[in-house]
């Protein structure tokens, strides 16, 4: 059994009788440490608020040198006539920030991001709320998507997002 104490991680042992011999005897043992928080926590839903006071469109966060991510992008705005979405980098401090507000570190870009104003989709669930903000047909496409199994449909994206760099390419900056 194991403790999680402020101060490090600690194995307890049950108290061994004193006439055992000393090599069978266990004490408490330190084998791992935790490191001690600084400060305060961060909000990030309050800290990033001010990112949907005026406007509560969904923000796209998206690896910005990724080829495949660009024409994506590209082809959203292409078909949101409308223009119910914005775009961020995932690589901005935007989009490091909302990164932490979706609960992702601030330095993955292994996904693409939906972030909404209560709250946020990553990897296909993204793709498919996306495609519900867009003109037709993706919105059916978007409802038929949604009875494929979350864990086939992420599998399907896990695979081209590992490889997008390999098969895309990348550039050297963000083009939007």
């Not at 001690?36 to 469109?57: I, L, N």
């Not at 919105?139 to 098969?167: E, T």
Request: net charge positive.
């Amino acid at each position: 059994m194991a403790l999680l104490l402020p101060g490090g991680c600690i194995r307890v042992r049950p108290p061994l009788s004193e006439s055992r011999p000393a090599h069978v005897r266990r004490k408490l043992t330190t084998f791992a440490t935790v490191s001690p928080t600084r400060g305060e926590s961060v909000d990030w839903v309050q800290a990033t608020s001010s990112f949907f006071e005026d406007d509560t469109r969904p923000i796209m966060l998206f690896d910005g040198v990724c080829n495949l991510c660009n024409g994506g992008v590209k082809f959203v705005r292409d078909n949101d006539r409308n223009r119910r979405m914005r775009f961020e980098a995932l690589q901005s401090e935007a989009g490091r920030k909302l990164l932490q507000r979706s609960g992702r570190a601030p330095d993955d870009i292994s996904s693409v991001v939906l972030v909404e104003k209560d709250r946020s989709f990553i990897k296909s669930e993204a793709v498919v709320k996306i495609m519900e903000h867009i003109d037709l047909p993706f919105p059916q496409l978007a409802f038929f998507l949604q009875f494929v199994p979350l864990f086939i449909r992420d599998f399907i994206y896990d695979n081209v997002a590992n490889n997008r760099y390999s098969i895309f390419g990348r550039s050297e900056s963000c083009e939007i």
